[in-house]
């Protein structure tokens, strides 16, 4: 009997909330609207907050509840993990109230969904990319920003993830070696060795740098290799300069072995 009674006593909860909820949908107050999505938002209910404010913000973003409004409608769908549109409003706030109360947490939290809505290094880095945008931004306009530390780590960690994509190429390109041979000569251990020394070029600090000086060494091994005669002493060289830069950087290296016994045979062929 017990369980019945706190069975219709949750029905009756729930059915009353959701009367009053439809009840507002259909309501005119916009005041009204707002101050439940508030509510909502307090309790978690986003889905309800986020179709309130999509109807009440239009109409409240010239008034003096505007910024306040367009803000809470970005930390909705920001608690939603739909960052994306999250991102677009957490702009739209910070682009009509650059000076307001929360310009400076909109573009952070509009960074960090971006953040956390940046794909695995193997697919398109197009939001990464437009991430490490918004939070060098920030650290223009908020140079002191409590938030500072958090957004370099964070600013590290998607510098990161794009060094591990052009590892990846810097993989694929050496691994394929002279199968689909380009028209130029090198071919596939060329744009490899292209492809590191960008990487090392944007991303100097990478924990990936010993890698990229791996494989820029065994590609232009491999190149001086299979050259013609006249010119394997030059790029011989070029292999035993890639070889030192390579063991000064890291003497306890863990290709040092490897690359040694190929240089000694470098060694052999310079006049």
């Known amino acids: 009997m017990k369980l019945k009674l706190i069975y219709f006593s949750c029905l009756l909860t729930l059915l009353t909330a959701c009367g009053e909820y439809n009840k507002l949908l259909k309501s005119t107050d916009t005041m009204a609207k707002y101050e439940a999505a508030k509510k909502y938002f307090d309790t978690k209910k986003y889905t309800r907050a986020a179709t309130l404010l999509e109807e009440v913000v239009p109409m409240l973003r010239a008034s003096s509840y505007g910024g306040e409004a367009v803000y809470l409608q970005a930390q909705t769908q ?13 702009k739209s706030y910070y682009t009509l109230f650059p000076k307001g109360e929360f310009a400076e947490l909109a573009r952070y ?9 940046s794909p695995d290094p193997r697919l398109d880095q197009t939001d990464t990319h437009n991430a490490m945008q918004q939070f060098q931004d920030f650290l223009e306009y908020y140079p002191q920003s409590e938030k500072k530390e958090i957004v370099q780590q964070t600013l590290f960690e998607l510098q990161e993830k794009l060094a591990s994509k052009e590892l ?89 072995k490897e690359i040694t016994k190929l240089y000694n045979n470098v060694a052999k062929h310079i006049n």
Request: hydrophobic fraction near 30%; glycine fraction near 4%; include cysteine.
């Open 168 to 256: 990846m190429a810097v993989k694929l390109y050496y691994n394929l070696g002279d199968y689909l041979l380009y028209s130029f000569p090198g071919g596939n251990y060329l744009s490899c060795v292209i492809t590191a020394q960008n990487a090392m070029r944007n991303y100097p600090y990478s924990k990936y740098r010993e890698e990229f000086i791996y494989y820029t060494f065994l590609s232009k091994y491999e190149i001086a290799v299979k050259s013609v005669e006249e010119k394997k002493d030059f790029r011989y060289r070029d292999v035993a300069d890639e070889y030192f830069s390579y063991v000064n950087e890291y003497p306890q290296g863990k290709h040092t």
């Open 109 to 117: 939290y509009s960074a960090y969904g971006l953040y956390l809505d």
């Open 78 to 90: 920001y608690a939603m993990k739909d960052y994306i549109t999250a991102a677009e409003y957490f």
